[in-house]
Each structure stands twice: as C-alpha cells, then as structure tokens.
C-alpha cells in the first residue's frame, strides 16, 4: 500500500514537470510576476524600472529592449526569448548565460510557466 502511493507521487510529480511548460496559467503568473515588478515592467512604454521592458518580449531578441544598457553577454547573446530559452532564463540566469546581470532565480518550474504565460498574455494588451 506505501509503495503504490509512493510509486502514484512519483508518477504525478513527473507528469506535472512534464507538462508545467504547457500549462502555464497567466492568472497565477501575475502574481508570481510580482517577484519581478522590483525590477521590470510589462507596461508599454515605461522604462524607469532597474532592469529591461518586458512588454511582448516573448518573440523578441535577447537585449534588445529600448532605452536599457543590458551586459554585452545579454546583447550579443543571439537568442530570441520563446517559452523554452525563458524557462531555461528563469531557472538559472548565470548558468544560461554566465556573466549576465540578472541576480535572480525562479526555482519552480510551474512558477515559471505561469510567468511565461503571463508575460505572454500582457504582451497581447
Ligand atoms: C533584482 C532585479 C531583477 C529581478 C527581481 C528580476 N530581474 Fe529580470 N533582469 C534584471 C536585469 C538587471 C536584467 C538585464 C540583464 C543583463 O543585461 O545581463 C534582466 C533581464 C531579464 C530578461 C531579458 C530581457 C531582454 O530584453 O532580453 C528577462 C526575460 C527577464 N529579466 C525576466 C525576469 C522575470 C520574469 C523575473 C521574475 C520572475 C525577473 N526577470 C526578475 C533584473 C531582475
């Protein structure tokens, strides 16, 4: 009896990490976007925060936000921002891109697909 309830959370976590990425929720993400407001902003047009505009991000070229002076890593990092290169962003910056400026990690894989999902939905306003 132990065992199979074991062997069922073991079944049901891995399925949640599985499909976290495609589930993400942006209602839950606008809260966990609350850990970013420190810092960015998905407004149009707002550029005073600490670090780079994230409105319609998803879709667009890594640092490549007007009005930011983003770490030459960032800059000239090629990569365009899709669910998969934020995910791997959220989970670890410094190890994705070493030597880049963002000192902020986002351990839950079901957090960041629910942030994913709500940037992408706010880029839509
Ligand atoms: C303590 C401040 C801080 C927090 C908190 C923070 N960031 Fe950042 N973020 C930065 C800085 C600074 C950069 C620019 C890094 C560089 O130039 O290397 C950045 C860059 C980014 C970029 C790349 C933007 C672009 O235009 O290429 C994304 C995407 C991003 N952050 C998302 C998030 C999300 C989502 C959260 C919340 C889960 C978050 N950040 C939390 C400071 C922060």
Same mark, same amino acid.
């Given at each position: ?17 599985? /499909?976290?990425? %495609? ?14 407001? /420190?810092?960015? /902003? ?19 070229? %890594? ?7 983003? /770490? ?54």
């Amino acid at each position: 009896m132990r065992n199979s309830i074991i062997a069922y959370l073991f079944t049901a976590l891995a399925l949640a990490a599985t /499909s976290a990425l %495609a589930d993400g929720s942006a209602s839950a993400g606008r809260k966990v976007f609350k850990e970013c407001r /420190s810092c960015h /902003s998905v407004q149009e047009g707002k550029y005073d925060t600490f670090g780079p505009n994230l409105y319609q991000v998803v879709g667009r070229e %890594a640092g490549s936000a007007p009005e930011y002076n983003y /770490s030459p890593v960032l800059k000239n990092s090629n990569i365009v921002w899709t669910v998969v290169t934020l995910d791997r962003w959220l989970a670890d910056p410094q190890a994705f891109l070493p030597g880049s400026e963002m000192e902020y990690i986002l351990e839950s894989a079901k957090d960041r697909a629910d942030v994913i999902a709500y940037l992408i939905a706010a880029g839509k306003r």
